[in-house]
C-alpha cells in the first residue's frame, strides 16, 4: 500500500467529516416559542413528538380528525404548561388542511416546523383488500402531506425558511407483505418528500424524510385488519411489542426531534430497518425471496368475513392482549391510543 497516497485521501476525508458537523451545527434550530405544527398529533407518535417539542418551550398546533382525541391530548400537553392549539382537520380534504394551516397561522402569526405525521394502517392480504383501501392510504400519506406541505411552504418562504419532517416508514423502503395500500402510499411520501426536499432547500426550508421502523406507540389496537382479522392482529401486536424487534415511542421520537432540529435529510429508526434497506440494496433477490416466504407464513386469505375492515379492538384473541403484548398496551394507554 502507498502510504503518501493514501495520507492525502485521508485527510481529504477527515476534512470533510469535520466541514459537514460545522454544517450541521450551523443549521441547528432552537424550538423555543417557535410554531409546531403536527398533524395525527392528537395519539400515538404525533403526541409524543408534541411532548417533545413542548418540552422546548414551542408552541404546538395538533391536527387530528377525532375531536374527543384531539381534546384529551390537548389537555394533556396543556398541564405541562405549553401553548397548545387543537385544529380538527382531515388532511385528505384540501380545503380542510388549507383552513388548518391559516387558522394557525391566525393564531401564532406563523408557522416555523410542519410534521406530516397522521397514518393509517390497513393489514391483512391482498385477496381482501379494495381499491377504497389503497385510495384511502394513497389519501393519508400523500395527498395530506402534500396539501399541507403546499399550505405551509408560501408563509415559511416570507420567514426565510422553516423544517418540514415528513414520517414515512421502512415500509416506504421495503414492500411488506400484508401491508400493501400501507406500503404503495409510503413509497409516494418517500419520493414526494425527497423531491421536497431538493426543490426547496434554495428557500431555507429543510425537509427530512423519516422512515422508522417497529415502534411501540401504541397504534396496533386502532390499526384496521381484514381477512382472518384475530390472526393478522395477533402477528402485528406481537412484533410490536418485541422490545428487540422495536423500538420505544419515546426513543424513536427524541431521534425524530434531533434530525428536525439540525434539517437532516433522511432518518431511518432501528439497526434493524437500516440493515433491512441495506441488505435490500445489495441482494434484491433474495430480500424478494425472504419476502415470499414470509408471506406463506402469515396468515392466508379467508372465504368468511374477510373483506370486512375491523380494528385491533374488534380483532383481540388469547395471544392479544397477553403478557407478550405488555408493552404496547401500555403504550397505548400513555399515548391516547387506548378506547375511552
Known sequence: MDTAKLTPTVAVGLGAVVAARALRRRNRMDFKDRTVVITGGSRGLGLVLAREFAAEGARLAILARDRAELERAEQKIASRGAQVLAVPCDTRDRRQAQGAIKRVVDHYGRIDVLVNNAGVIQVGPVEHMSIKDFEDAMAVHMWGPLYTMLATIPHMRRQ??????????????????????????????????????????????????????????????????????????????????????????????????????????????????????????????????????????????????????????????PLAPSLLTRLTYQAAERNNEYRH
Open 160 to 317: 426565510g425558511g422553516g423544517r418540514i419532517v415528513n414520517i414515512a416508514s421502512i415500509g416506504g423502503k421495503i414492500a411488506v407483505p400484508h401491508l400493501l395500500p400501507y406500503a404503495v402510499s409510503k413509497f409516494a411520501l418517500v419520493g414526494l418528500s425527497d423531491g421536497m426536499r431538493a426543490e426547496l432547500a434554495k428557500d431555507g426550508i429543510r425537509v427530512t424524510t423519516v422512515c422508522p421502523g417497529l415502534m411501540r406507540t401504541g397504534s396496533p389496537p386502532n390499526a384496521l385488519f381484514k381477512g382472518r382479522h384475530r390472526d393478522e392482529f395477533a402477528w402485528f401486536v406481537l412484533g410490536d411489542s418485541l422490545p428487540l424487534v422495536s423500538i420505544g415511542a419515546r426513543r424513536a421520537a427524541r431521534q425524530i426531534f434531533t434530525a428536525c432540529r439540525y434539517g437532516d435529510p433522511h432518518l431511518t429508526i432501528t439497526t434493524q430497518a437500516r440493515v433491512a434497506v441495506a441488505l435490500s440494496a445489495l441482494f434484491p433477490g433474495l430480500t424478494a425471496r425472504v419476502l415470499e416466504v414470509s408471506n406463506r407464513v402469515l396468515p392466508g386469505p379467508t372465504a368468511d368475513g374477510g373483506d370486512q375492515l375491523k380494528t385491533g379492538w374488534e380483532s383481540q384473541s
